[in-house]
Structures are given as structure tokens and as C-alpha cells.
């Protein structure tokens, strides 16, 4: 069955880094496409970027540009994502989610999620 | 990039009931448009992709319709585990954007 394993919370200190991981397994790795989605405290969902993982190619937010990396391991069917500069506008739920290809184009509908990250930026 | 708003942000309703949440995106965006059902503390499930088409494994109770701005999607019966948020999302331009969340009580 396919699945998206995260790893696990993370604190860290106002202008720090996270990098957060998303194992996953059960599908071929590298006919989906796999999206990063955050969700503050009590708030709604926020569209990070994508990344192709064939390729590596990939596409941000424009609010993310330039703080945000998203990479993959196809050894380890693996995806990373990694923010900079973080401030506790920051702390928030962060998911890995898979593009259906349901659209059958570059449109997304996201079928698979992960669990989610639990970020906390504190001083 | 394409507003979404929903209404309304919160709403109370019985078992049994017929609930309809509205999604109107800020440019026409055809038949894209998809639906997701998020219980506290968890990943969303996606329910309806392209408007009213419902995702494999979703209960037939869920319904979607709409094209261009305007949609809606409607739970024919209410029950216990619907009780959830709702999200509507837009995938026509890059980024995609959702709406704000439509949360859904069990009175």
C-alpha cells in the first residue's frame, strides 16, 4: 500500500534551519510527483512547492523562494524538504503529499499524504 | 494567484441532515477543483478531484458540482465521522491555493 512516513517534531531556535523527511514506499518513486503543503496552528493549508522525482526538478511558492529546498534520494525513495531562516511565523504542520495524476496533466489533486512534521520555532 | 473563499466557515447540523458547503474561487477555473475532508490532528483525504468526480473508496454520500466559479459539494446524510473540516483547492494555475475551510459540527 502506498505510504508517506515523515519524521518526527522538531524545536528549533528563531533563524535556525529543519530539514524534514518523507519516506516513501508502495508505488513507483518516480512516476508521482511529490508536493509540500504546511498548515499553521489553527489555520488553513499553504502550498509550499513540488518536486519532480525523476529529475529533481523543482518549482516553489514565491513567499518560499529562496528559504526553502526540496530534494530526493532515489536510493532510499526518499524526499526532503528544507526551510532557512526561521521565525515563529514558521511553526506549523508540514506535510508531504503525492500528485493523483488524476488531471493527467501537470494539475494536481493530491491523493497520498504523510502524516504530517510538527515544526515549533521558539526562542 | 486565485483566491478561494468558502461558506460558510463554520457550520452545526444533525445526523441525517443534507449539509452543503460552497467554494467560489476569485477567476473562472473550469472543472478543476477538488475536496478534501481533514479530521483534527490528521492529513487531509482527498473526497471529489475535477469538480464531482469522487475519489476511490469515498462513501457516495459525498457529492461536488460546479464549474467556472461557483461550487458546491453536499453530504446527502450527515453522520457521526463527517464531523471534519473542508477544504476546497484549485489546481487550474500554479500555485495551487486553497479556500479558508468550511468546519463542520455534529449537534
Known amino acids: 500500500q502506498v505510504q508517506l512516513v515523515q519524521s518526527g517534531a522538531e524545536l528549533k531556535k528563531p533563524g535556525a534551519s529543519v530539514k524534514v523527511s518523507c519516506k516513501a514506499s508502495?508505488?513507483?518513486?518516480?512516476?508521482?510527483?511529490i508536493h509540500w503543503v504546511r498548515q499553521a496552528p489553527g489555520q488553513g493549508l499553504v502550498w509550499m512547492g513540488t518536486?519532480?522525482?525523476?529529475?529533481?526538478?523543482?518549482f516553489y511558492a514565491q513567499r518560499f523562494q529562496g528559504r526553502v529546498t526540496m530534494t530526493r534520494d532515489t536510493s532510499t525513495t526518499t524526499f526532503y524538504m528544507e526551510l532557512r531562516g526561521l521565525t515563529s511565523q514558521d511553526t506549523a504542520l508540514y506535510f508531504c503529499?503525492?500528485?493523483?495524476?488524476?488531471?493527467?496533466?501537470?494539475?494536481?489533486?493530491?491523493?497520498?499524504w504523510g502524516q504530517g512534521a510538527l515544526l515549533t520555532v521558539s526562542s | 494567484d486565485i483566491q478561494m473563499t468558502q461558506s460558510p466557515s463554520s457550520l452545526s447540523a444533525s445526523v441525517g441532515d443534507r449539509v452543503t458547503v460552497t467554494c467560489r474561487a476569485s477567476?473562472?477555473?473550469?472543472?478543476?477543483l477538488n475536496w478534501y475532508q481533514q479530521q483534527p490532528g490528521k492529513a487531509p483525504k482527498l473526497l471529489i478531484y475535477?469538480?464531482?468526480t469522487l475519489q476511490s473508496g469515498v462513501s457516495s454520500r459525498f457529492s461536488g458540482s460546479g464549474s467556472g466559479t461557483d461550487f458546491t459539494l453536499t453530504i446527502s446524510s450527515l453522520q457521526p465521522e463527517d464531523f471534519a473540516t473542508y477544504y476546497c483547492?484549485?489546481?487550474?494555475?500554479?500555485?495551487?491555493?486553497f479556500g479558508g475551510g468550511t468546519k463542520v459540527e455534529i449537534k
Open positions: 483547492q484549485q489546481s487550474y494555475k500554479t500555485p495551487p491555493t
Open positions: 503529499t503525492r500528485n493523483s495524476g488524476a488531471y493527467h496533466d501537470d494539475r494536481v489533486a493530491f491523493d497520498y
Open positions: 518536486i519532480n522525482p525523476s529529475s529533481g526538478d523543482t
Open positions: 475535477a469538480a464531482s
Open positions: 477567476q473562472g477555473i473550469s472543472h478543476y
Open positions: 508502495g508505488y513507483t518513486f518516480t512516476s508521482f510527483y
